[in-house]
């Protein structure tokens, strides 16, 4: 008889944490024990409970993934981590030279088994001592670092992975962003203060409460008659400009990048 499979996911949004639960359901040798919405509850768990696998995703609020991990490396043997991540290659390639496994989102079936797979083989080596070596030199790389390059837009009936390298800015609309791009605006339902917490802060700058620039594009910065600001972009646009938030787009006028 197989041995159950104990796990826990651990990821700030709810969606993801339901797409996950539900791919589990249908592997009957697995079961998740508990979702958590950040890494510290995710602690307090793991010290509590015997868990085998973790799924987790590694950019959230105030304590990322990684932080968990170092954390749990220092305390002893961990339990085996599968990243769940929108980040780019060059981690993903990163994971895979320590021998780690990750789920790139939006993931497939496909890809979901053979992460689960691979797991189970891991899981059946009980984990031997180099696992811990390769999660530490997995950390050591650099990837602290990096920042997602890409956003999942779900609506109904769809999803659409958009690069953020091709939006110019983005707009607060009640309980959505909008994603200009170009040619079209996209609509993401996320509040704009919780899409700033993922974004790296060297490529989009805030400039208003309600609008966040990508830092390549502000091209001319005006003084409006009522005392306002209005900022002209590269790509034609024309956004508003907080008195608070003058100063950044004046050093990025005047040191573009």
Partial sequence: MTATIRSIIVDDEEHARITLRYALSKFPEWTVLAELKNAATAREYLAQYAV?????????????????????????KPPLIIFVTAYNAHAIDAFDLHA????????????????????????????PPAYGQALAACLASGLQATYP??????????????????????????????????RRVVLHRVAL?????????????????SVI????????????????YQLSLRNGAEVPVSKNYVEIVRQLLLNPV
């Fill in 213 to 228: 620039v990508r830092a390549d594009q502000p091209a001319h910065l005006q003084v409006l008659g009522n005392g306002g």
């Fill in 52 to 76: 085998d696998v973790v799924f987790l995703d590694i950019q959230m609020p105030k304590e990322s993934g990684l932080e968990l991990v170092q954390n749990l490396l220092e305390q002893g």
């Fill in 193 to 209: 203060s919780k899409l700033e917490e993922y974004l790296d802060p060297r490529q989009f700058v805030r400039v208003h409460r």
């Fill in 100 to 127: 780690l496994d990750y789920l790139l989102k939006p993931f497939n079936a496909e890809r979901f088994a053979k992460t689960l797979a691979r797991a189970r083989e891991m899981l059946d080596l009980t984990r």
């Fill in 149 to 182: 390059r890409q956003v999942t837009v779900r609506s109904i009936g769809e999803m659409e992975s958009i690069l953020l390298s091709e939006v110019y800015w983005m707009g607060a609309a009640g309980n959505y962003v909008e994603l200009h791009l170009d």
